[in-house]
C-alpha cells in the first residue's frame, strides 16, 4: 500500500528564513505526486504538482519542490518565508491508476515576524 | 469558494448517535472522496466512488458507509458514534489529476 512520510511535524522560523520540508512516499510505481496547504478554517489548496517532465516544480507563491524519484523523495522549498505562510503544509500521492490521494500526517509551520 | 460543498459544516451529536454528511462535487468531477482529519491520524483516506460505484477503500470503519447518488452528490454515514469519532470530515472530488477539496464538516461527538 502507498504510504506518505513528512519528517517535520512542526517548523518554527523567522520571516525570511528559507525552508524546506520533507516528504517521502513508497510506493513501486508510477505516481502522481503534490503539496497542499491548509491555512487555519479554509480547505486544502494545491501548492503545485508533479506528474511527469522536469523533477524542479514552481507552485504558487513562491514555493517550488525536486523530485527525486531515486530517494522516493518530494521535498518543499521556498528560499524566503512570510509571516503570511504560517499553515498545515500536506504531502500527498496517488497512483496514477485513478484510486485516491493518499497524504502524509502533514507539517505545522509557524513563521514569526 | 472550492466549488465542492459540504453540509453541514458543524455536527454536534451524543455518542451512539448516527449522522449524515453530505458532499457535492465541482460540477463535470465524477469522483468522490472522503477523509477524516483528527490531530492525531492526519488525513486519513475513508473511501472513494467513481459514478456512483465504489472505487476504493481505505481506513474505513465497518460503523461507517457511504454511497455516491445518480447525481453525483456523496453522503457519509457515521452510525454508533464514539468520542473518538470527533473529527473534521473532508471531501474532495476530482477529475484527472486535478484534486478539489470542501472546506469539511466539523463532527464533534459528546
Known amino acids: 500500500a502507498q504510504s506518505v512520510s513528512q519528517h517535520n511535524h512542526h517548523v518554527i522560523l523567522s520571516e525570511a528564513a528559507s525552508l524546506e520540508l520533507g516528504c517521502n512516499y513508497s510506493?513501486?510505481?508510477?505516481?502522481?505526486l503534490f503539496w497542499y496547504v491548509q491555512y487555519p478554517g479554509q480547505h486544502l489548496q494545491l501548492l503545485l504538482k508533479y506528474f511527469s517532465g522536469d523533477p524542479l516544480v514552481k507552485g504558487i507563491k513562491g514555493f517550488e519542490a525536486e523530485f527525486i524519484k531515486s530517494k522516493f523523495s518530494f521535498n518543499l522549498r521556498k528560499p524566503s518565508v512570510q509571516w503570511s505562510d504560517t499553515a498545515e503544509y500536506f504531502c500527498?500521492?496517488?497512483?496514477?491508476?485513478?484510486?485516491?490521494?493518499?497524504f502524509g500526517k502533514g507539517t505545522t509551520l509557524s513563521v514569526s515576524s | 469558494d472550492s466549488g465542492v460543498t459540504q453540509t453541514p459544516k458543524h455536527l454536534i451529536t451524543a455518542t451512539g448517535q448516527r449522522v449524515t454528511l453530505r458532499c457535492s462535487p465541482r460540477s463535470g468531477d465524477l469522483s468522490v472522496y472522503w477523509y477524516q482529519q483528527s490531530l492525531d491520524q492526519g488525513l486519513q483516506f475513508l473511501i472513494q466512488y467513481y459514478n456512483g460505484e465504489e472505487r476504493a477503500k481505505g481506513n474505513i470503519l465497518e460503523r461507517f458507509s457511504a454511497q455516491q447518488f445518480p447525481d453525483l452528490h456523496s453522503e457519509l454515514n457515521l452510525s454508533s458514534l464514539e468520542l473518538g469519532d470527533s473529527a473534521l470530515y473532508f471531501c474532495?472530488?476530482?477529475?484527472?489529476?486535478?484534486?478539489?477539496f470542501g472546506s469539511g464538516t466539523r463532527l464533534t461527538v459528546v
Open positions: 474532495a472530488s476530482s477529475k484527472g489529476i486535478r484534486y478539489t
Open positions: 510506493y513501486g510505481g508510477t505516481v502522481n
Open positions: 500527498a500521492v496517488d497512483n496514477q491508476a485513478g484510486t485516491a490521494l493518499i
